[in-house]
Nanobody
């Protein structure tokens, strides 16, 4: 069983930064492909970023503003969010998929965290 716990969300002004962290309780974290998604009220959950070991992938809406990294020694994956915009407001979820084949599809991920709220004020 894999447990994912997100932290680092909060309220920030437009143009500001936040760093989200996902801590995984798993025996072989390095075998998991990790992703970040978000869901705004009334909208579907959408892909934001993902990482294999060093290969990273981003949605066009966040490319150049967000960065993703992982620490296989600490079993964590971080999402650094810069130049935040009000439209980035959402609940952000960490997700894990066994195996390192890249995917942006919600249904391809096996485990999810409970989410952390990010609110960007204008």
């Amino acid at each position: 069983q894999v447990q994912l716990v997100e932290s680092g969300g909060g309220l920030v002004q437009a143009g500001g930064s936040l760093r989200l962290t996902c801590a995984a309780s798993v025996r072989t974290f390095s075998r998991y492909f990790m992703g970040w998604f978000r869901q705004a009220p009334g909208k579907e959950r959408e892909f934001i970023a993902s990482i294999a070991w060093t290969s990273t992938y981003f949605a066009e809406s966040v490319k150049g503003r967000f960065a993703i990294s992982r620490d296989n020694a600490k079993d964590t994956v971080d999402l650094q969010m810069n130049s935040l915009k009000p439209e980035d407001t959402a609940v952000y979820y960490c997700a894990a998929k066994l195996g390192l084949v890249p995917t942006t599809e919600v249904n391809d991920y096996d485990y999810w965290g409970q989410g952390t709220q990010v609110t960007v004020s204008s």
